[in-house]
């Protein structure tokens, strides 16, 4: 009882009498909200099939949407979404579903990796599917989130995505190497670029050091039609997304804030003062993940990158 009369002071409930008697059941009000959602899901859905049909969007990318927050992809059937390609009708898509061990009733955003990597895997072999085309790419998220971790796991898994070398005044990390991870410069040099105008975008991070890209070597990768992937800061991708055309980006989120400390304070290569101002920043830069094209949560290293990969290919 206490249960029932919360609910209806809260408005979750609502009673009316009818012949005599009382019935208690959902807000109405909730309930009119509840259909139309539902209603423009389904409408969102069948638009998605149709651009499938027509070629308007490729199935690939459709596949890379349903692993970001696009929720229309995300809650397509897989049965729907392989029945929308050229030359498959029911009983074809059927046979390669199974073939593909997934589920009549999965989603494309319910996808574990493996069924993911089958499905991927079969798009890539149809004779339709598009060629990649270079891009632009911000990789960026929260400090200690694993931007480097990812990016590096890129560079060596998928040597047709070029990572852009990032200028920096901080000292190298344990391991760092001058011009593979970071150009490792003054204060001094760092300034010069910027006044020259020889660097794409530049910020100050963690009110301390300075980071920025070389623009020439962005603009020369691209103009040789390589996909170029920077990772970098929230401020530097800002400039990126306000001067440049043409630019996909992604955010990098961690599976909770619980573990961004933990990685963070794992890392063990910031002083108390340095971790509880970077934690500072982390809030503030978490908060702007709607601002990106697509959030990618780094649960795990080789399945995020293998997502980076997918968005840059055909996002």
Not at 151 to 178: C, F, L, M, W
Not at 245 to 266: A, C, T
Not at 288 to 301: G, H, S
Request: proline content about 4%; aromatic content about 6%.
């Amino acid at each position: 009882m206490t249960t029932l009369l919360h609910s209806l002071m809260n408005g979750a409930l609502w009673v009316r009498r009818e012949r005599g008697e009382i019935f208690v059941g959902s807000n109405p009000v909730d309930q009119r909200s509840g259909v139309v959602a539902a209603v423009k899901a389904r409408r969102e859905r069948a638009a998605l099939k149709a651009d499938i049909r027509s070629g308007k969007i490729g199935a690939l990318k459709v596949l890379a949407k349903a692993g970001s927050t696009d929720k229309a992809a995300s809650t397509l059937r897989v049965s729907d979404f392989l029945k929308q390609l050229p030359g498959l009708g029911e009983v074809k898509a059927a046979k390669i579903q199974k073939e593909l061990e997934i589920s009549e009733s999965k989603r494309l955003g319910g996808l574990g990796a493996y069924q993911r990597k089958r499905l991927r895997e079969y798009l890539l072999s149809r004779s339709d599917a598009p060629q990649p085309s270079p891009k632009l790419v911000i990789l960026a998220g929260p400090t200690a989130v694993g931007k480097g971790t990812v990016s590096a796991y890129i560079r060596q898994h998928y040597p047709e995505i070029t990572i852009s070398i990032s200028a920096t005044t901080r000292k190298p990390r344990p391991g760092e190497v001058d011009g593979r991870d970071y150009f490792f410069v003054t204060h001094q040099e760092f300034d010069a670029m910027a006044h020259a105008g020889e660097l794409l975008e530049w910020a100050v991070v963690h009110q301390q050091n300075k980071y920025g890209t070389p623009k020439s070597a962005v603009d020369q990768m691209l103009a040789d039609g390589q996909n170029v992937l920077l990772e970098i800061d929230l401020q530097g991708a800002r400039q990126v997304i306000y001067n440049s055309e043409n630019v996909l980006s992604i955010f990098l989120m961690p599976p909770s804030w619980g573990e961004l400390v933990r990685r963070l304070e794992g890392r063990g290569t910031e002083e108390e003062t340095e971790r509880i101002r970077r934690l500072e920043t982390a809030k503030v830069e978490m908060a702007a993940a709607p601002e990106f094209d697509y959030l990618v949560v780094n649960d795990e290293v080789a399945r995020a990158a293998e997502e980076v990969v997918d968005l840059i290919r055909y996002g």
